[in-house]
């Protein structure tokens, strides 16, 4: 009996680049990921396993607020540290990039017309508190 090879797509959680990976992170998704995927590999089938920085959101811009430093700042500094440790692990990415590219900004745009094209988005008026010092709105996570 021949087995014929399957393609597997793999997609890990995205952690936030705003502090270092954890126990939780590991036990949670690189590890449960990385076994499925090298068990996926040993039977011969084509896997792609992808993953990358969260490098957009509040957290981020609280830890960057708190050291008094940009987001950016911030996100590459962690992601930098995602990859040594994940290295150091042995998890078997084939892509571990981040939202801040222009892959990842085409092809969400991408995804997002497409979905406003079928219909499937509406709009809403939504009141946001505003920081006059900072000009810029605050998420709910800053309350």
């Known amino acids: 009996m021949s087995h014929q090879p399957q393609y597997i797509h793999v997609s890990v959680a995205w952690p936030y680049s705003n502090g270092d990976l954890h126990v939780g992170h590991a036990a949670g998704n690189f590890l ?3 076994i499925f995927a090298r ?4 039977r011969g089938n084509h896997v792609l396993m992808v993953s990358g920085s969260d490098t957009h959101g509040t957290p981020i811009t ?11 700042e ?8 995602f990859l040594h440790t994940q290295r150091k692990m042995g998890i078997s990415y084939d892509l571990f990039t981040h939202t801040h590219t222009e892959s990842h900004h085409r092809i969400a745009q991408d995804i997002f017309l ?3 094209e079928n219909g499937c988005l509406y709009s809403e008026t939504q009141q946001l508190l505003y920081r006059e010092r900072e000009k810029r709105f605050l998420p709910d996570l800053y309350g």
């Open 62 to 72: 609280l830890e960057a607020d708190a050291r008094g430093i940009s987001a950016v």
């Open 74 to 81: 911030v996100f590459e500094h962690y992601h930098r540290r």
């Open 39 to 42: 068990y996926h590999r040993l």
């Open 32 to 34: 449960p990921a990385d």
């Open 114 to 116: 497409l979905l406003r």
